[in-house]
């Protein structure tokens, strides 16, 4: 077996979106480079579904309203030659998840009623009508159409009784007393980004595809929590079956990775688990005849990072075994070829989302790269585990795609497997960006030797100032990614320019650790982070330097989340850097994996042990222990709601550079969780304060 790469198809795709229509300017002053008042311009389009027929393309095109500050959304749709573009919901609302029926002749998704909740509509495709099919008081996901197109499958969250009853008295009628008390009894009782959870589950229900009551066909027999999304949901063909990923351990609240996939029976509503072994099984994917069942997982092993592969196994479960071998990195989506004779797979390979196509037990050849959107203020790859879908495939090997390049956030390609091209169909930021000065951004690769180490080898890319001089040095900046089991990528990122347009040279590197390699490169970090990814990080600014355009007394480090932990981290173990700006960062691991969000897998697969059961571990791996080294003077910027990194952390370390008179500032965003590009004014905030900072310091 062999992996065979479609060169034209790459060439054509950077040719065609990553060059920057740009012209020639005087200097950064009057140059036409990216401002932070156009980030609100921007637009992204995700989630591309293209009819089974092949013939008509709808996707979710993503923008932001400057008066409210948030991203809103609505469905468009067109040819597969990209004609006939146009929109098939308008306004200021978050339309989402377009899903074909398997005739082609109605389109479902979700989006808002007359009362601003989401709820389940449908468009009769030959007549434009339009129709409200459900009353739901929750928002609705996962949506799949029953191949006979008589029901529509969805999740949505389901409260439960609390076990603690509380029997208080009535307060007087008239009185005004205190809100009264939340219990709390699930493990993971808040989540970053949605706040304190209600008790209860994501569950599933069919409803008919006319509308109507929908019913709902799994129960807390089979929890899956708000946190924990149940994914894909598959029909049989006769759609009589659901196929989907549920979590049936009794422990499953210390067990989270014991997803198993499941047949569910709709008349009899019985569950029959299909895998069993320790380790998740997720994303089941049913073959065109009904006879074999593809889908995503691994053997548990319990690191912090694992390779998810691909494995086909029969209906009834029988034979699992892994296929697609060669490709060996981890595997984001499948889905079946229509003749069933193979799959297409979404992965991302050195910092670069690609789509291939794999024979069962043959060769594999490279479709697409660049895949994904961009809806992060920084160059990251597709996470891994995200189920970010950034591709949909129909009949005569038609398949549509989200391509995004270092210079442009995303847009839409189609291409026909057998003719290796791809044509581009949208240029949604051409308005804003069409006309700007871009910095420039350029690979390079390293190696890095520790003593008794093997040599590693470090992939980083490099950000010019838009009016780049080679004459001229530069001050750098050296922003870290977050995971740390993440990876940066030559991606479309508003933050980086932002600050390459203030005249920084930006270096982002992807250290040990790093996703998107090999699975021994990701797990050099298991149980040492941070640890040699430090070096990695130092060697990469020593080699940027040797290219003779930066000044080396003026160098300045930022990073976000894990970024902000090595930033902290990185100011504890040298003085190199003129300024640093720590994102919500962890300071003490001990406080963290007891206080953050997901602390089941912090202690499980990241340090592997309770904190009380290894004090010295956790002291040696947290910043606060180095921050009587620290001399850097040092920003820290995190959300009031941040429950992934709690801003105790950040406060730890800001009194304890203020105790030791070293210059710090604190900066609060109010309501803001961990993703601190959730708004655009968050992003213009989060930049505009660092950059501030780096100036206050920075060598005129």
């Known amino acids: 077996m062999s992996i065979h790469s479609c060169v034209s198809i790459i060439v054509t795709v950077y040719f065609l979106l990553a060059i920057p229509a740009i012209g020639s300017l005087a200097d950064n002053k009057t140059a036409n480079v990216l401002k932070p008042m156009d980030i609100f311009d921007l637009e992204f389009a995700t989630d591309p579904e293209i009819s089974p027929d092949g013939g008509r393309i709808a996707y979710v095109r993503n923008f932001f309203d400057v008066m409210t500050d948030k991203k809103c959304s609505n469905i468009w749709i067109m040819n597969f030659d990209g004609s006939g573009h146009e929109p098939l919901t308008s306004g200021k609302g978050n339309a989402s998840s377009p899903r074909w029926s398997a005739d082609g002749m109605r389109l479902a998704y979700v989006t808002t009623d007359k009362d601003n909740r989401s709820q389940i509509f449908c468009r009769w495709m030959d007549s434009g009508e339009t129709a409200n099919l459900s009353n739901l008081q929750k928002p609705p996901g996962n949506l799949s159409w029953s191949p006979d197109g008589t029901q529509i499958a969805f999740t949505m969250p389901v409260p439960v009784k609390k076990k603690l009853e509380v029997d208080l008295p009535e307060k007087p009628e008239g009185a005004k007393w205190a809100k009264p008390a939340k219990i709390i009894e699930q493990m993971i009782y808040r989540f970053d980004g949605e706040g304190y959870l209600d008790d209860g589950y994501n569950q599933i229900f069919v409803l008919p595809s006319e509308g109507g009551t929908p019913r709902q066909v799994t129960s807390n027999d089979h929890p899956n929590p708000h946190f924990y999304d149940i994914g894909k949901i598959e029909w049989s063909n006769d759609s009589r079956f659901l196929l989907f990923s549920t979590n049936l351990d009794k422990d499953w609240e210390h067990n989270l990775r014991k997803n198993e996939i499941v047949e569910l029976n709709l008349k009899t509503e019985e569950v029959k688990p299909l895998t069993n072994r320790q380790g998740p099984d997720y994303a089941p994917h049913l073959s065109p005849d009904d006879d074999q069942i593809a889908y995503l997982g691994f053997d548990e092993e319990y690191f912090g990072y694992q390779t998810i592969n691909v494995y086909l196994m029969k209906r009834d479960g029988g034979n699992p075994h892994q296929i697609v071998k060669e490709i060996n990195k981890s595997i984001m989506d499948i889905e079946w070829e229509p003749s069933g004779k193979g799959l297409y797979l979404q992965f991302i390979d050195e910092g670069i989302a690609k789509l291939a196509y794999a024979e069962i037990d043959g060769d594999t050849n490279i479709l697409a790269d660049h895949l994904g959107f961009s809806m992060n203020g920084k160059p990251y790859t597709p996470f891994e585990e995200s189920g970010e879908i950034s591709f949909s495939i129909a009949k005569h090997n038609r398949f549509v795609a989200t391509i995004r390049t270092p210079y442009h956030p995303s847009d839409l390609v189609a291409g026909v497997r057998e003719e290796q091209n791809l044509k581009q169909l949208t240029t949604l930021n051409e308005d804003v960006l069409g006309y700007k000065k871009l910095g420039k951004v350029e690979t390079f690769t390293y190696d890095v030797e520790i003593p008794n180490k093997p040599t590693e080898t470090i992939q980083g890319w490099i950000i010019k100032p838009p009016e780049f001089d080679p004459d001229n040095k530069y001050p750098l900046i050296l922003d870290i990614h977050g995971g740390p089991f993440a990876a940066y990528g030559p991606n479309f990122t508003p933050e980086l320019q932002l600050m390459a347009a203030a005249g920084y040279v930006v270096l982002y590197v992807n250290p040990r650790g790093s996703t998107s390699y090999t699975e021994r490169f990701a797990q050099l970090i298991q149980n040492d982070y941070p640890g040699d990814d430090y ?103 995190t959300g009031e709601q941040d429950y992934r990194t709690p801003i105790s952390e950040t406060e730890m370390f800001y009194q304890a550079l203020k105790l030791r008179k070293i210059d710090t500032a604190m900066v609060r965003v109010p309501e803001a969780s961990h993703h601190l590009s959730a708004r655009p004014s968050y992003l213009i905030s989060k930049v505009e304060h660092t950059l501030a900072w780096f100036d206050k310091y920075r060598l005129k």
């Not at 003129?578 to 206080?595: H, K």
């Not at 997901?598 to 340090?607: L, R």
């Open 535 to 637: 070096h990695d990080l130092m060697a990469g600014v020593d080699y940027v330097i040797k290219q003779g355009y930066i000044q080396k007394d003026n160098l300045f480090v930022t990073g976000g989340s894990a970024g902000g932990i090595m930033t902290t981290w990185v100011v504890g173990h040298t003085d190199r850097f003129r300024a640093a700006a720590a994102c919500n960062p962890v300071v003490y691991e001990y406080s963290a994996c007891l206080t953050g969000d997901d602390y089941p897998y912090w202690i499980k697969y990241f340090h592997q042990g309770f904190p009380w059961d290894k004090p010295d571990y956790y002291k040696k791996s947290s910043s606060i222990t180095h921050v009587g080294n620290v001399n850097t003077p040092t920003i820290l910027i």
